[in-house]
């Protein structure tokens, strides 16, 4: 038989094709467990039924405000319920998130408004700050809703020309959304927070944060009725899909303004939360946590990690305090994870010391990830699995983003030759799992030898004075580049930089060793990553 | 900004879109947990390593054929390794698997064989016997192979020109196999065993097919590494997605040629089995094993059925030997199970004849299917969600079928108005779960009375006596139609016609009780339901 017969009249149709979004997860939700605990944010609780008809209403406001397919919604919002509500209701009426980072600068924010052509600001109180400087910066004057958060009581002045609650309580709670007429349609944008130029807008379409939000629960073996702690920033590739993830499981969220380890323990101790994701920052505050303000966990709980790899200390003292510890890794241009460090049970038998080392890798691909290698970034050949070959780490499938907003030569760029450049170089081990070893702009090119940043730094952490180290290129007249390590030291722990580099010696090649030791704090982004550009210039003047 | 913006510049390429497919979860289990143990049959073990070289090797023998894109492989076989390389090796040619139900009659096959135009037959020696006379009858001459399971040692010939073994091991362990053109490209094809006219050609795509395995996962909360003991025939809507559903989690298939209690108590002590499907027969095989044919279950093991909704005393005696049952409802043009009695954990609370009616309903959608619902068959509105309001159950999402193969009315009909008719009548309760009622063509209508023979047999199975029972129309000179009971009896009970009926009669509204009880074994259809056809023939007879 020819292909024709499995084609001819069997075409697409309503009955047999719909078009993928994670809108309907919450439909479905409410539908099934109207009553079951769908939010809770200080004392507010909130069933699947009332996040449902409060995500209706907001769709109601701003379909009422003007909003419609392909427009734009910015939000500069915390982890609150109303955070939750925008990643459907903002959607539901066609149009696209836009979730502005809170600890960017005014000027930044600015361009994003009007890079977006924001049509709606919605704004926390807490950041009016920011935001009314923002909004004089900028071309552009979208329509402001305040957001005025009851669990939030510090300053802040209310300065849009609606209240949030207000239009939700004059709104339909039964608004009639519609899935989008395309899953290719755009669902959100996220502005990286590029370390040059200015920050690109990446696109996410409502196929991928479908894939992507089954993903975290199929990868992450995710049972029923979760109970998810945000500590994680939704502004961060939309929470790395969780806000659609958990709705699919029809879990909890407990929402969090602020990472703070009392918060933290209680909000595990009080709702048996299960799952929490964040930067190495939040463990170390989970960590560091005095004794007052711990509280015993009532399971096992899972945390998810990413942005760096988690040292063995680390990866010990979690286990200990009852995580454990999955290593996941991507950009924002694969939505969030789209790798994980998909453990072997037959790992954990090993010593701590290999565990740890064989954890630090970033691993494989996500479920709905349809391939990921390293690969030589001029030819596009694989590179050899042999754990040293580097090469650029690549991604291919549904989970990439749709492309960079008004931006077609970047866009171009990053699919160059049907992969997407992620910049990051990495090897491949022979079992297939990637390791990074850096960022394209972060490797050190020293006498002509490649020196991986993250090699020296491993070696650094493992100093026992070590609190957290980086290190970048410094240029140098005879070898082009040296390595320069900027040190924290632990609380009351004491180090010279001869003793660092001494340390150095014995765990790495001579050309690797650091030539420079700066003992200070190290600057981070607003989502704890180091900002190794700001050491970079620090490292010219040393 | 319009939605032009977020279109322009952003079109699908193959960094950021690929064709869905079931495939690549083999592929990607094989590359993470290579060691894993895949496939168990007999004293056969197979890793996913080895699964997936055994599957690329069929493809790879398939293709030397001339087996590609669009050509149909048609295999008659029972739940073993090779079923299962099939589910993968034959859609990574290109071509549609059609699995052919191993109980069904030399004419139908043959009829299947012509229609579906199968360029390949792979059959079972056990089947010979069945595949020998089909291949006579039918028109179209398939290459044929024998699969000789080496765990069978009945009766049976090679029949064939190829032996599977043989092909595989000549064949090419890295074949380079390639994702579907597109992600609507059919993937298998499954004759529906209509008890009318000739049987129907269900077409699935790859589409679907990764949705709906997913959706299996998600939607039953199966964890990592799951062991799947394989009582459901994988002929049956390609084992309601399983043999996909499993690799996605690298879980372990546990293969099973006949549904013994003893096969099944072993597989599940011996490798720990934690998940498995079947009709209700299943569980009555189960429950009525002799002592010696028991082994202690090592951990709950959860049970998924469907065909018939769980009689209360089914459930307690299932819950009292260690399963937790979830009721599951599809039909072959729904990729199987598409819809989930959604368990609320607080109906466990209630006592266990509510809990048993709350589980006896068919529920709500499945997490990848878009819509379910109880419609007016003329005008399609929703009936009211009242519990007694009939209507047909219709379906709209994407593990909706193609659509029925050559055969451009029926696939016409199925979905005239953009929903899947699914021929079933039910009520959706106010919490929207939806209970069958009966099949439309099912229904007892009696003095112009609608009576659900569903519910006759419902009050027919809490008789303490009765083992099984069916109820159909039995023409009537006054009333048009009347309830005519056949009953099995469980061994040593006994009971009356009369006695039947005086039951009835304190369970059920006059005119809704059986005129007539015929005590007989019930005829049943090779996956397990009771072929009403023969009843209303053997009715008229009475």
Redesign the interface.
């Known amino acids: 038989?020819?292909?024709?017969?499995?084609e001819?009249?069997?075409?697409?149709?309503?009955?047999?094709?719909?078009p993928?979004t994670p809108l309907?997860?919450l439909e479905?939700a409410a539908?099934?467990?109207?009553?079951r605990m769908a939010v809770i944010h200080g004392p507010i609780r909130r069933s699947y039924a009332e996040f449902y008809e409060r995500a209706r209403r907001l769709a109601s406001a701003l379909a009422k405000l003007g909003v419609g397919?392909?427009?734009?919604v910015a939000v500069l919002m915390a982890n609150t319920p109303g955070m939750l509500e925008c990643h459907y209701g903002v959607p539901m009426t066609g149009a696209?998130l836009n979730t502005l980072n809170t600890r960017l600068d005014a000027g930044i924010i600015g361009f994003s408004l009007d890079h977006?052509?924001a049509?709606v600001l919605i704004t926390d109180r807490e950041f009016a700050k920011l935001a009314a400087p923002a909004l004089t910066l900028a071309r552009n004057r979208p329509i402001v809703i305040d957001y005025d958060d009851p669990v939030y009581d510090g300053p802040g002045d209310l300065i849009g020309e609606h209240d949030y609650e207000t239009l939700l309580a004059a709104a339909d709670p039964d608004f009639a959304w519609w899935?989008p007429q395309d899953e290719?349609?755009?669902i959100s944008l996220n502005y990286t927070s590029g370390t040059t130029g200015d920050p690109k807008g990446v696109?996410y379409h409502h196929r991928?944060a479908h894939l992507l939000a089954?993903g975290n629960?199929?990868t992450c073996?995710m049972?029923?009725h979760p109970v998810y702690l945000w500590t994680l920033p939704m502004f961060h590739c939309n929470g790395w899909c969780f806000p659609w993830s958990i709705s699919?499981?029809a879990g909890t969220h407990v929402c969090l303004r602020q990472v703070r380890a009392k918060a933290m323990f209680d909000a595990i101790a009080d709702h048996g939360v299960t799952h929490l994701c964040g930067a190495p920052i939040v463990m170390s505050t989970l960590l560091n946590a005095p004794p007052q303000e711990r509280r015993p966990l009532p399971h096992v709980v899972q945390f998810y990690t990413a942005a760096a790899p988690p040292p063995e200390a680390i990866l010990a003292a979690m286990a200990g305090a009852g995580f454990n510890v999955t290593h996941l890794y991507g950009l924002t241009e694969t939505y969030g994870p789209s790798v994980i460090n998909?453990w072997?049970e037959?790992w954990s038998e090993l010593p701590p010391a290999e565990a740890a080392a064989l954890k630090a890798r970033q691993g494989?691909?996500y479920?709905p990830l349809?391939?990921l290698d390293v690969l030589d970034p001029e030819t596009l050949a694989p590179v050899p699995a042999d754990g040293v070959t580097m090469g650029e780490v690549m991604?291919?499938?549904?989970v990439?983003?749709?492309?960079y907003?008004?931006?077609?030569p970047a866009?171009r760029a990053?699919?160059a030759g049907?992969?997407?450049h992620s910049g990051d170089l990495g090897v491949k081990h022979r079992?297939?799992y990637i390791q990074l070893k850096d960022r394209s702009k972060d490797i050190i090119i020293s006498g002509g030898e490649n020196i991986s940043s993250i090699e020296v730094e491993d070696a650094l952490y493992r100093h026992p004075s070590v609190q957290a180290a980086a290190v970048v290129a410094r240029p140098d007249e005879r070898w082009g580049e040296t390595p320069c390590a900027f040190v924290e030291l632990k609380p009351g722990a004491a180090a010279t930089a001869e003793e660092i580099i001494a340390w150095c010696r014995q765990h790495l090649a001579g050309f690797k060793c650091p030539r420079h030791v700066v003992f200070t704090e190290l600057p981070k982004t607003s989502t704890g990553k180091i900002q190794k550009f700001r050491l970079r210039d620090m490292a010219k003047a040393v």
């Not at 539908?31 to 009553?35: D, G, K, L, S, W």
């Not at 990439?400 to 492309?403: A, C, D, E, N, W």
């Not at 907003?405 to 077609?408: V, Y």
């Open positions: 038989m020819s292909q024709a017969s499995y001819r009249d069997l075409d697409r149709n309503p009955a047999n094709h719909q993928l309907g997860f479905r539908a099934v467990f109207p009553e397919r392909g427009d734009t696209v977006g052509e049509k899935p290719w349609d755009a696109v991928g089954l629960i199929v073996a049972a029923k699919a499981v998909d072997n037959a494989v691909r479920v349809e391939a991604f291919r499938g549904n990439v983003m749709k492309g907003l008004k931006n077609a866009t990053a699919f049907g992969w997407f079992d297939g």
